[in-house]
T-cell receptor
């Protein structure tokens, strides 16, 4: 089955700096890679996703890059703000309707 | 976008009682629903996968007689924690999946067994 690894487990950045979270996956059949943000006591919320036919996707301060050959993808948050503080999970799946395999999460703290 | 409603958000129950958690897809028909358990500061642990009208598929180590899952319709799945004990206290999250709607999580249920 798929194995998704995520690093780092914790990350602290100064407000305004950039944050990068990296994930690797093992199954070459995976084609869909979403990122979720989970605030304390809430369910994960989709913030951005990318499919295997695209190398990079950007949505305002958030971007995701995918290297399918190397089987890794990354989340980039620029101009971080205190409200970006949360736990971020990456995931991999063959398709949006299939089971997702989650990374272990990254606790991001943005220091004002 | 797709919305998944999970209820209740918090529940406290006495040891030995049963608790039912509901998960509803509000604006789409979910092909599959998933139930997760999450311990503090840890990732999501998949408990079971359920498809409408069929028995749930449980992950290894998850007791199917303790965590009863019913997926009666394309928009509703329930998780019943039977004879709950303090070690069952956790954050339970459902998600609903459909090809054109992706994978949407509910808001989670904090279960505390006293």
């Amino acid at each position: 089955g798929e194995n998704v690894e995520q690093h780092p487990s914790t990350l602290s950045v100064q407000e305004g700096d950039s944050a990068v979270i990296k994930c690797t996956y093992s199954d070459s059949a995976s084609n869909y890679f979403p990122w979720y943000k989970q605030e304390l006591g809430k369910g994960p919320q989709l913030i951005i996703d990318i499919r295997s036919n695209v190398g990079e996707k950007k949505d305002q301060r958030i971007a995701v890059t995918l290297n399918k050959t190397a089987k890794h993808f990354s989340l980039h948050i620029t101009e971080t703000q205190p409200e970006d503080s949360a736990v971020y999970f990456c995931a991999a799946s063959e398709n949006t309707g299939n089971q997702f395999y989650f990374g272990t999460g990254t606790s991001l703290t943005v220091i004002p | 976008g797709a919305v998944v409603s999970q209820h209740p958000s918090r529940v406290i129950c006495k040891s030995g009682t049963s608790v039912k958690i509901e998960c509803r897809s509000l604006d789409f028909q979910a092909t599959t629903m998933f139930w997760y358990r999450q311990f503090p500061k840890q990732s999501l642990m998949l408990m079971a996968t359920s498809n409408e009208g069929s028995k749930a598929t449980y992950e290894q180590g998850v007791e199917k007689d303790k965590f009863l899952i019913n997926h009666a319709s394309l928009t509703l799945s329930t998780l019943t924690v039977t004879s709950a004990h303090p070690e069952d206290s956790s954050f339970y999250i459902c998600s609903a999946s459909a090809r054109d709607y992706g994978y949407t999580f509910g808001s989670g249920t904090r279960l505390t067994v006293v």
